[in-house]
């Protein structure tokens, strides 16, 4: 199949970028998204082109670090589904495609796709963790946890961290990615000693770091590749609301 | 913040809108008075005092919130598609200045009734002596600009509440997965019978059904 491409160009943070149409020749149906853009890329290369940069890693769909916004929508337009994951068949011959970095003031492009998440890890290193001795491997069913509590913090703990919902978010709001933090420690009982402290410094640091503030247009959840809940945005305020009344 | 003086406002719009209807029953001025006196007179003025502060604060918090966010996502994308932010959703700032504007009319026009001083209730009470609502609302809304500006006014309404109600009783941490949809669905009903209900008097009465 034969594709046209505009594809954001950016030489560094400084630089202002534009699109730049590129044609994607002979693709396989079968190629991810991302294989396509390689292909791409070996053309620009064998030209003396610079080829165009984009993150990606375990191109499984779990390691987080893959994220283009595919006509409007990041990861593109499968459900979730990571854009390393997406396949050529779900795009037509002849189709257009506009293939944008991850945008939000919180996330400065580095290079053309490429985008700085280093605010995302400062959210994690600001709580994200548990600090009291949790021992060794405890025996099978020697603490007991209600298999409803363990199913909700699975769900919660699916989160890779790839930062399609702050870039799919009309507010550049990262309140999924920390509700999912959030909730998913709070939900066990290690990580439940910590839980009040835990979502006021995440919560302070997430707006410390530029990210907007939610309005409940559940953008988020439409692109997660890993269908995180905004079930948990709900719980990040119930925890929210219980720790500012214990103060 | 929001949320809270939100759903304050909300009920305070119920109510008035549950007190409106007395003009279907002919009554409208029998509940005008009655407000005026003991008892009642305290509900009415502590409601109105709250919900100055309301108007007050979610005004306040919702600029700063706007700006805020627009700070937080300075570039927008070539192609942008929304998957599931509804239109309501993405314009409360525009709905909530419509509101406001038909707010300070809706004030100056029933409140202080200095719009149409020559069918001004409290200036011309009726046979009983009371004030004469019925005359003063009916008198009003046979002028189509009058009854189209009410219409226009409480569509902004209906649309703010249409993603407002649901959002409120989210940022409250009141929802899970099995009550979100409900509560989007129950919300977006709440404000579509909220409007038709305040529709619905300006154009009875335009329509020649109410006199």
Known sequence: MNLTLYVWRQEDRNDKGRLVQYEARDISRDVSFLEMLDIVNEGLVKKGDDPISFDSDCREGICGMCGQVVNGVAHGPR?????????????????????????????PVIKDLIVDRTAMEKIIESGGYISVHTGGVPDGNAVLIAKRDADAAMDAAECIGCG????????????LFTAAKVSHLAMLPQGRIEAGSRVCVMTEEMLKQGFGNCSNHYECEAVCPKGIKVRFIAKLYREFIKAKGNL | MMAVTGQFMILYVIAHVLGNYTI????????????????YTIILWSSRTLLLISVFLHTWYGIILKLENRKAKPETYALTRYRSASLAGRTMVWSGLLIALFLIFHLLHFTF????????????????????????????????????????????????LYHGIESSIQTEGLNNDRTLPVVVRTGMAISVVLFLMYAAIPVSILMGILK
């Open chain 1, 79 to 107: 459900k979730k589904t990571t854009v390393c994951q997406l396949h050529m068949r779900h795009f037509k011959d002849g189709d257009t495609l506009y293939i944008e970095p991850f945008r939000a003031r919180a996330f």
């Open chain 1, 164 to 175: 399609a919902c702050i870039a799919a978010c009309p507010n550049g709001s990262a309140m």
């Open chain 2, 24 to 39: 279907f029953a002919g009554a409208i001025n029998a509940y005008a008075e009655g407000l005026r006196h003991w008892p």
């Open chain 2, 113 to 160: 009734q200095v719009i149409e001083p020559g069918i001004a209730a409290t200036a011309h009470p009726d046979a009983l002596g009371r004030p004469d609502v019925l005359t003063m609302v009916v008198g009003s809304f046979q002028r189509a600009g009058i009854a189209a500006l009410y219409v226009v006014g409480v569509l902004g309404l209906g649309l703010h």
